[in-house]
């Protein structure tokens, strides 16, 4: 019966790229099911020959669709923060917030001044739920007595919560007032915010309102308010708002990642290249600190109702002793992870890459490349952090940095795609592979809930930085060991379904503590 059937040639797998503006996922669907009638029916499918059909556009009600911004714009200074743990968005967001209002206040009439009498905020959403867990209302109260996070003395927030009735004087011109604990409120969880970490801050004469602003805590360490327009700046020399364009400016000049963000930033702040990498030499000199501090801490408890040990020392010395150096590598990875991410649990000063509670990815990253890794040069470090830094601005550009708005997935998994690309970077890989490292880093956390025990970033947080960092060496390694151009999920789409996961998860599982692993561990 065989021989009664005209063979047709199969035909060979497709390698090029699907058409620009094509769905990749219906691309590839519709090509393996062509393929598929081919070999069974032993006919042509009219299938192969049909165009693709256009991507389906954002939803509307995103967030970053209504918010659309033209080109990133968004610079080193801004990205990477130094500022105390646990959270960015619970802990160094809300510090600059009320510091913000604070510097706001110092600025009114003499003769409303001296009328004041209180500072009030008000935590909504997100920050109510969990702020608690997360020292929001001390970061809150910091900010209000004229503390900045990356100047902060740590030992200011622990004193707070070892004396909660301390009272600290704010002087607003000639005028001092008194400022607590109590002045800050933990108000409604639920609501029709315009940002899950919404909060009010008030100047108060008795009853009366001196002066009131509403903000926003967005994510990373990244703060707004009611009427926020984003400052002013110089135009990017390569304007990009995808990977794709950021790929062909690139290969149109030749350069690499490192190097076009690099003309960005000179473009954009007006710093020259030697500014640019003087503060990157001070992010790695922080990220180093934390991680070898994490390192170095004894085995001890955190604090907190979890009564969780560290174990970012042992996990260390252990790896040490291992035979093999794969087992020795994914082993000391996870520690130097563990390391600075117990460092923001302990609420010392972590970097934002892109939040605290991802603080530990990136510092891993680094260390694993530097002296006491790869040993690669700080050159091809900085460059590594630059494009990290590719990576993160898209991610916050296209969806979000917030698990109070999009999960775990919007910290971890963007942090690891972030180290993905440094690693990429750092060693000198092509364009295309540092961003297929990237996307399928990101892709694989897609969908990761944010749900912290008893509000605390430390169960599941801390071990989550660890797998961030060991799945950033995975996406680089796949990457760098496959044909670039055999890939069909590119970064953009990966970045398109974390803003759609983001907007169809469901809230209890945004760092409320509603569901997950809050409901589920149980503490005695």
């Known amino acids: 019966m065989a021989d009664m059937i005209a063979p047709y040639p199969v035909p060979e797998l497709d390698h090029s790229e699907p058409p620009a503006g094509s769905d990749r996922r219906a691309f590839m669907m519709r090509s393996a099911l062509a393929l598929a009638i081919v070999s069974v029916g032993g006919r042509p499918s009219a299938l192969a020959a049909e165009v693709p059909a256009k991507d389906p556009p954002l939803d509307p009600n995103l967030q970053v669709v209504r918010k659309s911004k033209g080109p990133v714009m968004t610079t080193a200074e801004e990205f990477y923060k130094v500022g105390p743990g646990p959270s960015s968005s619970h802990t160094i967001g809300p510090m600059r917030i009320t510091y913000d209002f604070y510097q706001r206040c110092t600025k009114l009439p ?17 920050l109510s739920a969990t702020g608690k867990g997360h020292g929001t209302e001390r970061a809150s109260l910091a900010g209000l007595a004229g503390n900045e996070p990356a100047t902060i003395d740590p030992a200011i927030l622990d004193g707070m919560a070892a004396n909660p009735d301390q009272v600290f004087p704010v002087k607003l011109g000639s005028k001092t007032i008194s400022a607590s604990l109590k002045d800050i409120v933990y108000d409604a969880t639920k609501g029709d915010f315009p940002h899950p970490n919404t909060m009010t801050c008030k100047l108060m004469a008795g009853d009366k309102v001196l002066l009131e602003q509403e903000y926003y805590s967005v994510g990373g360490g990244f703060i707004e308010w009611k009427g926020y327009t984003p400052p002013k700046k110089n135009p990017p020399k390569y304007p990009y708002e995808t990977m794709e364009e950021l790929l062909a400016h690139a290969e149109r000049d030749k350069i690499s990642i490192a190097q076009l963000i690099m003309a960005n930033e000179v473009a954009i702040t007006g710093k020259s290249e030697a500014e640019v990498n003087a503060f990157l030499d001070k992010i790695m000199g922080a990220m180093r600190a934390t991680v070898k501090t994490g390192l170095a801490a004894p085995t001890a408890t955190l604090p907190g109702p979890i009564k969780l040990k560290t174990k970012a020392h042992d996990v260390y010395t252990n790896a040490l002793k291992q035979e093999g150096p794969a087992r020795q590598a994914i082993g000391l990875v996870s520690a130097y992870a563990l390391a600075g991410s117990e460092e923001n649990a302990r609420g010392h000063l972590v970097i934002t890459a892109p939040t605290g509670g991802s603080a530990g990815v990136m510092p891993a990253v680094l ?37 109070a708005e999009g999960g775990c997935q919007a910290e971890i998994g963007v942090a690891s795609a972030m180290g993905a690309a440094m690693i990429g970077q750092a060693y000198g890989t092509p364009n295309r592979v540092i961003a297929n490292g990237a996307s399928a880093a990101l892709e694989h956390h897609l969908g990761m809930t944010c749900d912290p025990v008893a509000g605390f970033v430390q169960v599941p947080c801390i071990e989550r930085c660890a797998f961030g960092a060991v799945k950033a060496w995975t996406g680089h390694l796949i990457a760098k060991n496959e044909i670039p151009i055999n890939r069909r999920v590119a970064f953009d789409s990966v970045v398109e379904a974390l803003a759609l996961t983001a907007k169809d998860m469901n809230p209890k599982y945004k760092e409320t503590s509603e569901g997950g692993l809050a409901l589920s561990v149980t503490l005695c």
């Not at 003499?110 to 997100?126: E, I, N, P, R």
């Not at 690669?376 to 830094?389: I, V, W």
């Open 110 to 126: 003499a003769d409303q001044l001296a009328q004041a009498t209180a500072l009030k905020v008000h935590l909504f959403g997100s």
């Open 367 to 403: 260390y694993s490349l530097g002296p006491d890794g790869a040993k690669l040069s700080d050159d091809a470090l900085r460059a590594g952090l630059l494009a990290g830094l590719a990576a993160g601005y898209l991610c916050k550009h296209r969806a979000t940095l917030a698990a």
